[in-house]
């Protein structure tokens, strides 16, 4: 963040001195800020003429660096040596390498059977796939050639993979033959099979071997079903095409639990850049140092993840549980690995401070200077775990934003304070502040997080959206013309921001907003709890809370227990938060990217349905919740 601070004084003739100065220039001069990210990451590619951004007083109609030309790919693989590019590990231990420039070879080769299969620009390739090097790989073959990469994980159900890649009709599949998960092999092939059958467009499928040797592949009984990937390289002026900034990259998906997934085009362009501020300003990530995030490839960290490539680091993957073969095996492996950047779930951090994992006496993370936190507001008790029993002298960056600009609106400082419970910093180049339901920005109150500038990471497009009715209606219908992103949030006096859940999930008992995470944030506090979920549920003309809670192993669920929640509750945040009733249940509805579904709860409850449980990690956990329709 200090050489981006003196180079844009260089360049720009200014007097910045901090993180707070900075941020007001970045979004008071949209294009010479964003030029500066192009140049200070070093883009490959040809940024053409000014301007750099056309219609910049129109969030729907700005179009960035509409002369430029580059190849996403090409960013990526620009590093060559035989520094290690990835690193993978599995849960049973085995560990794979692979440098830039083996990397770069492995993607020609893989973009050459792409382009023997018909694959051309706008195409689209879709992944059925783990966290693994070959899911690179194809991504970046597919994307050096200009088609369209889009990818979810295996944990995905059949109806839940249709419902994303049914409406992209992909024309070459990428699958895995299964996964391992908490030690329990599962087999994939059925589901490949009838995906293939269940997608016309589909011309070829690339059956990657995770779970077997590639020689048993080929004693399939219908093997000739699956392509094999040829040795068939090709030239690097054929390999990486570039194409204008705003060339479709990927297509990700909503969380589909109350509805088809909507289908979000991010250009290649916007993608890079914002992933290269993110990971360079935001992150402190550096060339040859070590990033893992544990994720899957159906989350958009997946896709943040692989981009450190273009910053010349190591990409760490894990593929598996969190908790396999051990509570902190996440911890064992930044260790062996000497990381210096480790991103994972609020919820995880609050799990492994439940199971009374303690890093900073069992392990040595020296090299560690960045733990990164998204998926759900980090409660201001994690903050205190992290810096009591994991590391006292590193960075905790809690991360919110979304798929739905493959990026952040808040996230982390380097140069600045960590507050406990406060997102640290508004992103550069990001106007995002807090609306009152007058519309009207307002500081140290809750209300509606917006971002009221364009910014180049917005979505291209909606699939199947022509006219870009679905799109507008996402965003910009709420406050015209400016970007309502549908968080519950409070800006802090000092420049922070509290995330206090969903607005579309927040409670309103007797006319009073509450963000569902307020109360989280007292609940699993508790050592009794590990996780909590709750609802609003009408009650004549008012709303009442319940909250259904997920209890520790051998903990009873009493009366005692439940006076004690409330009291927590009442006086931690305040007596309208004490819910109605507090239910104990067996488990609590998750999405694939390990994210509570509160609207699925309150769909059961309601009695309409969830119309897309394949997007549920868990959906056998809904059942239960029937049996409070008439609560």
């Known amino acids: 963040m200090t050489a981006f601070i003196e180079f844009v004084n260089r360049r720009e003739g200014l007097r910045v001195s901090n993180y707070e100065e900075l941020y007001e220039w970045s979004i008071s001069a949209i294009e010479p800020f964003w030029r500066s990210i192009w140049d200070f990451a070093s883009i490959v590619g040809d940024s053409g003429p000014p301007p750099f951004v056309e219609n910049e007083k129109d969030m729907l109609g700005a179009r960035w660096f509409p002369r430029a030309r580059l190849n996403f790919a090409e960013n990526l693989l620009k590093h060559e040596s035989n520094q290690p590019a990835l690193i993978s590990w599995s849960e049973e231990g085995k560990r794979e390498e692979l440098s830039f420039n083996e990397l770069r070879r492995e993607v020609a080769r893989v973009a050459g059977s792409l382009r023997r299969l018909g694959v051309k620009a706008n195409d689209r390739v879709a ?44 024309k070459v599949l990428f699958a895995v033959d299964g ?144 908790f396999y073969p ?3 095996v996440l911890f064992d492996l930044a260790e062996q690995e ?32 960045t733990i990164l936190s998204t998926g759900s507001p980090l409660a201001p008790h994690s903050y205190d775990y992290v810096y009591q029993r994991v590391k006292k002298d590193v960075c905790l960056a809690s991360i919110s934003g979304g798929t739905d600009l493959i990026s952040c609106f808040v996230l982390g400082n380097p140069i600045g304070p960590v507050f406990r419970g406060e997102i640290q910093a508004r992103g550069l180049g990001m106007a995002v502040e807090v609306f009152n339901e007058q519309g009207k920005p307002v500081v140290g109150e809750r209300g509606e997080l917006v971002c009221t500038k364009p910014f180049p990471s917005m979505p291209v497009q909606f699939w199947n959206d022509p006219d870009g009715e679905i799109y507008r209606e996402a965003y910009f219908n709420y406050f015209p013309g400016i970007w309502r992103h549908g968080d519950w949030a409070e800006l802090t006096p000092s420049g922070g921001m509290i995330v206090h859940g969903r607005s579309d999930a927040t409670l309103n008992p007797a006319g009073v907003r509450i963000g569902t995470a307020e109360i989280y ?72 990217s390990g994210k509570i579904s509160e609207l699925a709860v309150r769909n059961i409850l309601r009695g309409e349905a969830v119309t897309n449980r394949d997007a549920l990690a868990n959906p056998e956990s809904l059942e239960f919740f029937r049996r409070y329709q008439a609560v």
């Open 127 to 170: 992944g059925f796939v783990a966290n693994v090097p070959a899911a690179v790989v194809a991504m970046l073959a597919t994307t050096s050639l200009g088609a369209i990469w889009s990818s979810c994980s295996p944990e995905f159900g059949l109806q839940g993979i249709l419902d994303r890649f049914g409406q992209i009709r992909p």
């Open 179 to 322: 996964y391992q998960y908490a030690g329990k092999k599962i087999d994939c092939l059925e589901r490949v099979r009838q995906l293939q059958k269940a997608i016309p467009a589909l011309k070829g499928t690339i059956l990657i071997p995770n779970l077997r040797e590639e020689s048993e592949l080929d004693l399939l009984s219908d093997a000739e079903l699956f392509g094999r990937l040829k040795s068939v390289s090709i030239d690097e002026d054929e390999l990486f095409v570039r194409r204008p900034f705003d060339h479709p990259l990927y297509i990700m998906y909503s969380s589909g639990t109350t509805g088809l997934p909507k289908c979000m085009v991010h250009g290649a362009g916007g993608t890079l850049l914002q992933h290269s501020k993110e990971l360079i300003l935001h992150t402190d990530l550096k060339p040859q140092e070590r990033i893992l995030y544990f994720t899957t490839c159906g989350w958009m960290m997946w896709n943040w993840l692989v981009s450190s490539l273009s910053v010349g680091a190591t990409v760490v993957l894990y593929d598996g549980s969190p």
């Open 326 to 328: 051990n509570d902190a």
């Open 338 to 369: 000497r990381l210096n950047i480790v991103g994972v779930s609020a919820k995880y951090l609050a799990l492994v401070e439940k199971k009374g994992v303690t890093p900073l006496r069992s392990h040595d993370l020296s090299q560690l200077k």
């Open 521 to 592: 944030r007292q609940v699993e506090s508790m050592e009794e709890i590990l996780e909590s979920l709750a609802v609003g549920h009408p009650q004549g003309e008012d709303t009442e809370i319940l909250l259904f809670i997920r209890l520790r192993e051998g903990v009873e669920f009493t009366e005692d227990l439940i006076g004690r929640i409330k009291q927590q509750i009442r006086s931690g945040a305040s007596p309208r938060h004490v819910p109605s009733r507090i239910i104990a249940v067996p488990d609590l509805p998750r999405t694939i």
